[in-house]
């Protein structure tokens, strides 16, 4: 079965070739950029497997829609990319440094969604 992610970024280019990485390993992939765009893709499409959250969404959006995809979806979870300089107090599933590799990416994204 093929697992579907939506990704939410600020950044277009990020959000682009992160996309990228993640269609080539095999996933399908919404992309967010806005609160709003985010929002109707939880209510909207019931297939989604994970979130991937980037460092490029502002801490105040990070924190309201992770409370708002909670309370649509409880179990969905959450991964958020992270800076160094720059951690959250959104209620996420895990993180992962954004310099990370793309394979510790991926490694994490399937550990969040294996079932």
């Known amino acids: 079965m093929t697992k579907s992610i ?19 390993a095999g996933y399908l992939v919404s992309a967010a950029l806005s609160d709003r765009e985010a929002i109707h893709f939880i209510k909207t499409d019931k297939s989604i497997n994970l979130i991937l959250l980037c460092h490029s969404v502002p801490e105040a959006s990070r924190i309201a829609l992770v409370a708002r995809i909670k309370e649509l979806e409880p179990t969905l979870p959450i991964l958020m990319l992270y800076n160094g300089y720059d951690p959250t107090n959104a209620k996420v599933d895990g993180s992962l440094h954004n310099l990370d590799t793309p394979e510790a990416m991926l490694n994490m994204i399937g550990f ?4």
């Open 112 to 115: 969040m969604t294996s079932t």
């Open 6 to 24: 939506l990704t939410i970024s600020r950044n277009a280019e990020l959000q682009h070739l992160r996309t990228l990485i993640l269609q080539h």
